[in-house]
């Protein structure tokens, strides 16, 4: 994989001075359309070979295009708000938005390997986190991004030869830290598990580039036209792909969904109301503030049909709690900046630190159901949602935050009856507007829509609760219960 | 101060539950108006004495409205992200958007009697701590918000009795932490500097509201009251209130500005430039990676006429460095985000952290410029700008950021050479819009809200640096000059 980046090659500086002229204001160019379009992020990795000449590329992509238009992020030590969250919250902080250039230093691919060289896991961890990066990768590419990934590389030779120069070099012998030193003794390994990397990421989407980095000239240049041929390729594209065909998802013989096996006949007289709801709602506060919460964190997700009492059911599990120890989050149309990001990013954005609930009112589902129904989205990408979803769920869960999902369901007939009662109080008339009354008229559409999210993404980490909700009391109490099961089944792993 | 709430206030049950449900249903009315017209965010300030019902009523307060458009904040312990920033930067990433209410415990206020009554610093200090708070208010006021702040208080024998209740209910015993306990012993000192707090930071526009916390009946209604009343009160002012006439800043006699006195003459030949800015550039590098640096940042402002050479200026800045030691923040129109929050927060976010170094190319003077020229601001708005930018540059000056700032001034002959050129150069042409000529003809305009800028925000702790960019070889060097110069005067002091 790394054999014809040990050949030694070159090009003098006659035959670069004449290059660059033309290579600087092409990418200028396309940095510039790139901007004007404002229609995808570029996301640039930077791996490879202690000096091999990482920085100074990155440096020289500073001076050759705009630096205004590129952010360049180095991921070192966490901070410990990152250590609070999911290790990919970071990146997602810090993902550029339409329109601009990131480059990552010490991205995923520089903290899977290290961690490989150092002992720090084995082979089974290693391959864990190379499927985690290519299913991030080819997130980002379907929601646009354009990837490139760099491995910048030097013989075991040419790297000893290397450092020694920058060592003795006053000018530079700063560069080298005592880790990087150490790291050519660790040669060997570095090569081995990068090449195990780089042969399981290289995909059709994001492919990775090999650069050797012994001649700063061959090594500018190269990096350059890279650069340049994947952008001007991608600004010519149409502006989206050629639409897959993608399979249907093959409709039900009987037409019957999980809804149809609910009992929404449930209910809970006043009395027996009251005495679960108070008792439930101590359980709760009782175990967000239990000392093993530190180790975990509860997101709650609310979702149902339009009057199924979402509001109640929230301000329910609100009223049992102190109001430091959560957050409600209520999801409507995407700000310019949510926009500008993958879909996913909006909702990153919000999970809760260690200690933390967050309740979502309305969440990243909204793409499986309103985007679906309403055509607000291609198939293509409510189809890819589901898995993207489980991917996203299961990054959540094993940071230790658990994740309980609500669909609160009705039925037609209570739904017209909780619309009509809302135009007819004037104090709940702000609650219903013609959005509602058009919903209503896909009444199929939606089912079949939550049908099939039910099914492709009640997991076991991140099952759906489907909540009978004809009755409110009945709905809340089983609000209460599910999460504080939940909480319980996540503390008991401790004992 | 506190007399009146130390009388024993109380409501009886049966009239709380009569008043309650037409308070709850106005509060909530009150809530969605607020959100609907998405004019002016609400911020909820809770202080007072321990155990004097403050977690209870901001609960209350989630109950009776809609928690989903409230914000409860809690300032503890600073993250290390907090601790490598200016004080006020935790406030600032926290402030609700328009439309919603932030409820903030822990917060100023909090900090800075606890400071004082632990005795961590003097009256002085604690006197400062008023200052900026009340500046700070003046300016969110002024920017639109609508400000509670309320004092929760009890007598020193009613909070002896209430802890005591308290701690000997297994239900609330979880709530008094050792530290508040200890607060009993101190109640004197926290009272007598409260007490100063209170007097020194009740404005007009933002008063502070004593409430009696020993009946949790009175507290309640009378807390709702305030905030009912204060939102009506402000939901049903003109959009804006009343213009004040604001004194005109004086016309200059003979309109003759800072920049007149510029010698634009000013040239470097080519082999000066080059030898003075490689060397420059290699100083820059050095000083940033200097071990004193850790404990500034650094914030580089640059403005200048169209065409004045910024961005170029920048480039070799920039080029001096490694990419992972800066980052540029190009200032353009603000996004939805931005608008939903008072001016200076588009800047609070971007503001660097110890060990950093950000770029502003274009920067908060968009309002005393831009914006001023072209009426996108009352004058009142423009005009006040002055002395919260003022403030703000105070605020990173103290917490170790050393505040660059630029101005490039070329003459309108130079501009009109450069604004054909670009014309005429097709690689150059996207730098050139009708906006330019525009701006061109209010050429004096712009003279004179320069002059203004620089007469009252140019301060001894962020000078403003003009720059006589007619020979951009002089305004590159002199900028990077500028920058080493200030650095290592900010090093010097710790020496």
Same mark, same amino acid.
């Given at each position: 994989m790394f054999e014809s980046a040990e050949i030694g090659h070159a090009v003098d500086d006659d035959t670069y001075k004449a290059a660059v002229p033309a290579l600087r204001q092409a990418l200028l160019q396309a940095q510039y359309e790139l901007k004007e379009q404002g229609g995808f992020p570029v996301i640039v #990795?930077?791996?490879?070979?202690?000096?091999?000449?990482?920085?100074? /590329?990155?440096?020289?992509?500073?001076?050759?295009?705009?630096?205004?238009?590129?952010?360049?992020?180095? &991921?070192?030590q966490q901070t410990d708000e990152e250590l609070a969250h999911p290790p990919a919250w970071r990146y997602w902080r810090q993902l550029p938005a339409k329109g601009r250039i990131g480059v990552f230093f010490g991205n995923w691919y520089s903290q899977m390997i290290q961690? =490989?060289?150092?002992?720090?896991?084995? %082979?089974? +961890?290693? *391959?864990?986190?190379?499927?985690?990066?290519?299913? #991030?990768?080819?997130? #980002?590419?379907d929601e646009g991004a354009l990837i490139f990934k760099f491995w910048f590389h030097l013989s075991k030779h040419q790297m000893k030869h290397r450092l020694k120069t920058l060592k003795d070099d006053p000018l530079h012998s700063w560069r080298i830290s005592p880790l990087d030193w150490q790291q050519s003794k660790t040669y060997d390994r570095f090569v081995r598990y990068g090449e195990r990397v780089l042969r399981r990421t290289s995909r059709e989407y994001a492919p990775w580039h090999v650069i050797e980095g012994q001649d700063s000239n061959y090594r500018s240049l190269a990096f350059g036209n890279i650069l340049l041929e994947g952008l001007q390729a991608r600004l010519k594209a149409p502006a989206r792909g050629v639409q897959q065909a993608t399979p249907p998802l093959g409709s039900s013989l009987d037409e019957r969904t999980v809804l149809d096996a609910l009992d929404l006949t449930h209910a809970l007289s006043k009395a027996d109301y009251h005495q679960q709801l108070i008792q439930e709602q101590a359980r709760l506060a009782t175990l967000l503030r239990d000392k093993r919460m530190r180790r975990h964190a509860l997101v709650a997700v609310f979702e149902g049909n339009d009057a199924a009492g979402k509001g109640g059911a929230i301000?329910?599990?609100?009223?049992?709690? *102190?109001?430091?120890?959560?957050?409600?989050?209520?999801?409507?149309?995407?700000?310019?900046?949510?926009?500008?990001?993958p879909y996913l990013w909006r909702f990153w954005r919000h999970i809760p630190a260690k200690g933390q609930f967050t309740v979502f009112d309305r969440s990243w589902y909204g793409r499986v159901l309103v985007e679906r129904v309403e055509g607000f989205c291609e198939p293509v990408d409510w189809l890819r949602a589901y898995s993207e979803i489980n991917d996203f769920e299961?990054? #959540? /869960?094993?940071?230790?935050? +658990?994740?309980?999902? &609500?669909?609160?369901?009705? %039925?037609?007939? /209570?739904?017209?009856?909780? &619309?009509?009662?809302?135009?007819?109080?004037?104090?709940? =008339?702000?609650?219903?507007?013609?959005?509602?009354?058009?919903?209503?008229?896909?009444? *199929?559409?939606?089912?079949?829509?939550?049908? %099939?999210?039910? %099914?492709? /993404?009640?997991?076991e980490i991140a099952p759906w609760t489907l909540v009978e909700a004809n009755d409110k009391r009945w709905a809340r109490v089983k609000v209460l219960r599910t999460l504080n099961d939940a909480l319980e089944k996540a503390f008991s792993k401790h004992d």
């Open positions: #990795l930077i791996n490879g070979i202690e000096g091999a000449g990482k920085g100074e /590329t990155v440096k020289l992509l500073s001076e050759w295009m705009d630096p205004r238009l590129i952010e360049v992020r180095t &991921f070192d961690g =490989r060289v150092h002992g720090r896991f084995k %082979d089974a +961890v290693l *391959d864990q986190a190379i499927g985690e990066a290519e299913r #991030l990768e080819q997130m #980002l590419c301000r329910r599990v609100a009223a049992a709690l *102190d109001p430091r120890q959560y957050h409600i989050v209520s999801i409507a149309a995407p700000t310019q900046e949510e926009l500008a990001q299961q990054q #959540l /869960t094993e940071a230790g935050i +658990v994740v309980v999902k &609500f669909w609160l369901a009705i %039925d037609k007939q /209570t739904q017209l009856e909780r &619309f009509n009662e809302r135009e007819e109080t004037p104090f709940k =008339r702000y609650k219903i507007t013609e959005d509602d009354w058009r919903n209503r008229e896909k009444w *199929d559409d939606y089912r079949a829509a939550v049908g %099939d999210m039910v %099914d492709r /993404t009640s997991t």
